[in-house]
Nanobody
Framework: QVQLVESGGGLVQAGGSLRLSCAAS????????MGWYRQAPGKQRELVAV???????NDVDSVKGRFTISRDNAKNTVYLQMNSLKPEDTAVYYC???????????????WGQGTQVTVSS
């Protein structure tokens, strides 16, 4: 069993900051990519940023220069520092991790429960 637990969402005014965290626990041998997606009302889920185990990062143009993804491999945790937030960043944010299980040895994607981020204008 693998669990991803997110924290850090909330309500913030435009221009403000939030930091999301997502900790993975359970039957884990190693974690490859970790990342964040978001889904706004009436829209499809979209990738925000992903970080490899070695620290390589891909992020979407709409968040470049404002959001920073990072990870702590010792803690099996990924973070998303969000600065200069805009109303269009309002969405449910989901973390994911590509994990090889300690028992079973399969590589699978796991998802967090989602955390609401609301940016008021």
């Amino acid at each position: 069993q693998v669990q991803l637990v997110e924290s850090g969402g909330g309500l913030v005014q435009a221009g403000g900051s939030l930091r999301l965290s997502c900790a993975a626990s359970g039957n884990i041998f190693t974690i490859h990519n970790m990342g964040w997606y978001r889904q706004a009302p009436g829209k499809q889920r979209e990738l925000v940023a992903v970080i490899s185990r070695g620290g390589g990062i891909n992020d979407v143009d709409s968040v470049k220069g404002r959001f920073t993804i990072s990870r702590d491999n010792a803690k099996n945790t990924v973070y998303l520092q969000m600065n200069s937030l805009k109303p269009e960043d309002t969405a449910v944010y989901y973390c994911y991790s590509s994990i090889v299980r300690r028992v079973g040895g399969l590589l699978s994607d796991y998802w967090g429960q989602g955390t609401q981020v609301t940016v008021s204008s």
